[in-house]
């Protein structure tokens, strides 16, 4: 049987592309969910996969970083698939796409190029982490840095977070609770707190 994976790292982020591929690819269950990649422990739907499937079985997923965002986190997954006796598929890497013949050889190559490929993208995300903090650092010094732009403001980009601070500021204005403004909006109470706290130092 073969069984897909999606997985896209925010809520507002859409499965759709992944959902077609995996389909595509002749998925005949699909688990999906909206989480970061960064601890198997709180991808419900990954753990609920890797427990559906059974030898022989082929798990699909679009990209080897759907399975994890870290080279411990990908070859974590990959070696319990091969305890298994569990088929992967990933659809953007045409080797481990297709049926080699010989199990064992398709096996040896597999974990090779994930080690490899997964190696080489953690080390492009340090980079990218370094390049960052580099650049943040710069700009410290010329006084340009003012961190990263928060979620909810009267400037938030996304214009459903813009109306959820407008929301946030009037129920303050009318004074109500703010445990009660936290669960009624769906943001933390260090939220409200924090923007609370920006009203009254204006």
Do not use: C
């Not at 990209?63 to 870290?70: F, I, K, P």
């Not at 096996?107 to 490899?116: A, C, E, G, P």
């Not at 928060?150 to 004074?175: G, H």
């Amino acid at each position: 049987m073969k069984v897909g994976y999606a997985r896209v790292s925010t809520t507002e982020q859409n499965l759709d592309r992944q959902l077609e591929a995996l389909e595509n690819a002749g998925a005949e269950k699909i688990f999906q969910e909206k989480i970061s990649g960064e601890n198997k422990i709180d991808r419900v739907e990954l753990k609920e996969a890797l427990q559906f499937l059974r030898e022989q079985d082929i798990l699909i997923v679009e990209s080897l970083d759907r399975l994890g965002r870290n080279y411990d986190n990908i070859i974590q997954i990959v070696q319990e698939l091969d305890q298994k006796e569990i088929g992967l598929m990933v659809l953007n890497l045409p080797i481990l796409n297709q049926e080699l013949g010989d199990p064992n050889l398709q096996k040896l190559i597999r974990n090779m190029i994930v080690q490899l490929l997964s190696w080489t993208a953690e080390n492009e995300r340090e980079e990218i982490k370094r390049k960052q903090q580099q650049g943040i650092e710069i700009a410290k010094k010329k006084g340009h840095y003012k961190g990263r732009p928060l979620k909810y403001s009267a400037n938030a980009i996304n214009p459903k977070d813009r109306m959820t601070y407008q929301v946030i500021v009037s129920k303050l204005k009318l004074e109500e609770p703010i445990k009660k403004i936290a669960e009624e909006t769906g943001v933390t109470r260090d939220t409200v707190y924090r923007i609370k706290k920006d009203l009254e130092s204006r």
